[in-house]
């Protein structure tokens, strides 16, 4: 803005940092709690769904991990049945493959429906999690540019705008966060 008012000759205005919040109904707020998500990520700008699905894969590799060395010890108990079966002459152990890729199948199928508890994956969740984003970024941008103040005062009355002022410290850079009834 600087070199701008120098080329028009105008004299540079008095800088000083705006207060800007965001207002959302408590009802939104245990949606983010739900799905894990912290409310500053989700008004920060440039905040994405690949970084939550990411967030949620981070979370989810220890239950990977978990469901991984079940199926190793299975495996290990198997090979040792196997080895004192053979150890009395049994030969024909088809039986106890065809057993050990059943008992692998049941815990694929245990660990998917384990995944699909899990509330950040899936595309409900993606619904979800767009749903929340078009209402505190209306048209990515922060809800003070899009007239939200004129819904919040018709939601709550001049009550509520009066206690946002109130909580806000117009002199940070902070971005204020208001949970409304």
Known sequence: ????????????????????????????????????????????????????ENAASERGSGQSDAFDQFRENISKAFRSLECDLRHQDLQNLNELTREHEKFLGRVEGMEKRFRQQDPLIGENSKRNYFRLRKFVLPGETYQELSAWTVYFTALYGNDFIDSVVENTDPFTDMHHLFLSE
Do not use: Q
Request: proline letters at 6%; one cysteine or more; aromatic letters at 8%.
């Open 1 to 52: 803005l600087r070199g701008l008012c120098k080329h028009f000759g105008v004299k540079m205005p008095l800088m000083i940092p705006r207060a800007a919040g965001t207002v959302l109904k408590k009802s939104l707020a245990k949606t983010t709690d739900k799905l894990g998500l912290p409310l500053d990520k989700l008004i920060a700008a440039g905040w994405e769904w690949s970084d939550f």
